[in-house]
């Protein structure tokens, strides 16, 4: 044991002492926030203030009404232009080249098919941007309703109280017990949850078999195996990685917990402005939530973390590693992709074999349990299941590296592996 | 003799295809230096492999001081120096150095105060936080030399230790090992430059084909095997000693290495009556002196021209 941690310490210092770490810690986060504030940002951007005017050639200025509609609208500003019919067709010209002066946005144009009909016409530089179109469509025909009902003598006072909008709050129900969660904040956090085990199996488990095939390459393998057992080298190159990813984890969870505690002081800086004033709420975890994670993260991980090692005992360089691993990452790939579907039916049958089988389940059962209840007796099956079988991928990992780790040159095939696990 | 510290009994190890020891037997005794001597392919590097229990005999028995198996709960007593060199490029000299002793449970502070002393004794004082990466081939290899005797071991096992080295760090590198020996260190080392073997060892182990050729004490080697030899160093241009070489009754074996010939005297032969012969046969004579066989020629007369073929036939 004491000699297994003087390998888990050197392997976990090598790693985070290297510059990789550091850039690829620091890169986290700061992705992490541009996911988070990019969007904000463009939000902002898309919708600055937008000029438009408003030419009416309709014969009964219903016109004004549209132009009080979008001016009282955020971020808008719109102006009034009376004309005629007839008269429409030399303003618009003129119109046109005040758009192109960058003066206005655009100008709509209303005639009285635009009550009859819903008839109008916006004309602008920014009629790609669907946000704009969007809050253009509302106001406008929020504006068009209640000139309509109006016109066929409804009381202005229940337009303005029919047109109250409607905000539907979604709760998470979990075990007949209703939580604080809401619905977007549990999709949240099995999204994050997807993501950190997915990352951490591919690149961690990658990072296993990129440890073992070094010590090959370098030649210092024979050294260590004269006075190490190859499982005790194993354990300490799993055990090491996984403590660095451990580490990482942790880091980012503190950076992400400043960044959206302080999301105001960062929204800030950038001089960006959301309505409400905050971008992302940070969704209650119950305890047993973050057990559930951990437990699977070290199943999850040492399942295929002993694989990695696997490929990376049987490789003689990173070449060979690269092309080795390949369906161990498709071990990994296909589940995850599938879990991550399974979220629409989180109790439905594929979830329900998504969660049970082993290979899916690190990923799938912490996604799962994040929206849905989960029955006792399936968590121990799953992680019954799983620990036999990372136990059992194990003990066929250790022999193959056991074996793996002396041998040079071409990688062996699948008869040969199974001689491998069968020698003495 | 007092108890050996390594020994192997009837030892095998075959793998796919061919036999790469066979019934290998040996006793090193405690505090003596001793080769393991092959050509190429030989099977030295799977019998030290076998001594430190990397790869399991498929046959046979190994003991070091006298218990059997697991090297690896000896290894604080053993230094293992393999054929494939190898550090950790990226990490600091004196890290791996403690990093390595730590492994074979030596304790953190220990392992540092020892390896400071012994990058001292090695002039590498200056290097030991500098990268592994950055310093040149001769130096790692005395990086790797210092962390297989770190740990004050009682048994050297060095697999062709002297190999890649210049003459001058050779040189280090015996007389350290000599030094350790005098100390009390027992050590086993194999080479195929017997010049090296003669130089070190007081007794050998030769194997050809993964079984034992001829072993025991240097000097009862050389005379059980040796015979009675003369070298000869006759002026260019006499050939005529060429005739008195084939002369069965007085030469049993001669061979002419340019410079000089080594000739291993016949039986009975009497080396006044070589000279005589060599003189009147009209060559000139520039060095002749009786002496004990090379170890070098005892080695190809016993493992025979054929030593260097790989031991992959004869399964059939």
């Known amino acids: 044991m004491q000699r297994t941690w003087v390998v888990i310490r050197r392997e976990f210092l090598a790693k985070v002492r290297n510059k990789w770490f550091l850039i690829a810690t620091l890169l986290g986060p700061a992705l992490m926030g541009l996911a988070m504030f990019l969007p904000a940002y463009l939000l902002t951007k898309s919708t600055g203030v937008r000029n438009v005017t408003v030419v009416d ?45 960058k003066s206005i946005n655009g100008f709509l144009l209303v005639t009285d098919q635009t009550v009859t009909d819903g008839q109008v016409e916006y004309r602008g530089s920014n009629v790609s941007s669907q946000m704009d179109m969007a809050s253009l469509q509302r106001y406008v025909e929020e504006a068009v309703l209640t000139e309509r009902l109006e016109r066929v003598g409804v009381d202005p006072r229940l337009v303005a109280d029919a047109r109250l909008r409607v905000d539907l709050r979604t709760i998470n129900i979990r075990g007949g017990k209703t939580t604080e969660q809401s619905g977007q904040a549990a999709f949240f956090l099995a999204y994050v949850m997807w993501f950190v085990l997915y990352i951490a199996l591919v690149v961690y488990g990658q990072l296993v078999a990129g440890a073992v095939v070094e010590e090959k390459s370098s030649r210092i393998i024979e050294v260590l195996a004269s006075s190490l057992r190859p499982f005790q080298l194993l354990a300490g190159k799993v055990i090491g990685v996984g403590a660095v990813g451990l580490f990482q984890l942790v880091i980012w969870a503190v950076m992400a917990k400043i960044l959206i505690d302080q999301q105001a002081f ?159 | 003799m007092p108890d050996p510290v390594v020994v192997l009994e009837a030892v095998t190890k075959r793998y796919a295809g061919h036999t790469a020891v066979r019934g290998l ?195 009862e080697v050389k005379r059980r095997h040796g015979g009675h030899h003369v070298i000869v160093a006759v002026e260019r241009g006499s050939q005529a000693v060429d005739q008195v070489w084939a002369d069965r009754s007085l030469v049993a074996k001669a061979h002419n290495y340019g410079q000089y010939a080594e000739v291993e005297l016949a039986d009975g032969a009497d080396p006044q009556r070589l000279l005589t012969t060599i003189l009147e046969a009209g060559a000139r004579i520039s060095r002749f002196e009786v002496t004990e066989a090379t170890l070098n020629q005892v080695f190809i007369d016993l493992v025979g021209p054929d030593a260097a073929r790989p031991a992959a036939r004869g399964e059939a």
């Open chain 1, 57 to 101: 050639a309709s014969s009964d200025q219903v016109g004004r009404r549209i132009a009080e509609a979008l001016d009282g609208a955020p971020l808008i500003t719109a102006h009034y232009l009376q004309t005629t019919l007839a008269a429409a067709g030399d303003l618009a010209d003129s119109l046109a080249a005040e758009v192109g002066l």
């Open chain 1, 266 to 424: 960062f929204l800030d800086l950038f001089g960006i402005q959301i309505p409400g004033g905050r971008a992302f709420g940070l969704p209650g975890v119950p305890l047993a939530m973050v057990g559930v994670l951990l437990l699977y993260f070290v199943l999850g991980f040492f399942l295929y973390a002993t694989m990695f090692a696997a490929v990376g005992a049987m490789s003689s360089s990173e070449a060979d590693v690269r092309q080795a691993q390949q369906p161990v990452l498709m071990l990994i790939v296909i589940p995850a992709l599938l879990a991550f579907g399974a979220l629409n039916d989180p109790d439905g049958p594929i979830a329900l074999t998504l969660t049970l089988v082993p290979f899916s389940s690190p990923i799938a059962m912490p996604i799962r349990w994040s929206v849905s209840a989960v029955p006792l007796g399936e968590l121990a099956a799953s992680v019954g299941l799983l620990l036999v079988t990372t136990l059992g991928v194990t003990w066929v990992a250790a022999r193959i590296y056991r074996v793996g780790i002396l041998m040079y040159g071409k990688r062996p095939g699948l008869r040969e592996l199974a001689r491998w696990v069968g020698t003495r």
């Open chain 2, 25 to 219: 037997s040996l006793a090193v005794a405690p505090g003596s230096v001793c080769g393991l001597l092959g050509p190429n392919g030989a099977g030295k590097t799977t019998t030290m492999r076998m001594i430190m229990n990397i790869i399991a005999p498929d046959e046979g028995v190994v003991r070091l001081f006298g218990e059997r198996w697991d090297s690896r709960n000896l290894s604080a007593r053993i230094g293992y120096l393999p054929e494939e060199r190898g550090l950790y490029k990226k990490m600091k000299v004196l890290e791996v150095l403690v990093f390595l002793a730590e492994t074979k449970g030596i304790a953190r502070r220990t392992a540092k105060q020892r390896a400071a002393e012994w990058l001292e004794r090695m002039g590498l004082a200056e290097w030991s936080l500098k990268k592994v990466d950055d310093l040149s081939k001769g130096m790692q290899q005395k990086v790797q030399f210092i962390a297989t005797v770190l740990h004050d071991p009682n048994l050297l096992i060095l697999d062709e230790p002297f190999s890649g080295l210049d003459p001058v760090n050779s040189q280090i590198m015996k007389d350290t090992v000599l030094e350790l020996a005098r100390q009390g260190a027992t050590v086993l080392f194999s080479t195929h430059i017997m010049e090296q073997a003669e130089k070190l060892c007081d007794s050998v182990c030769i194997i050809a084909h993964g079984e034992t050729v001829v072993d025991g004490p240097l000097a």
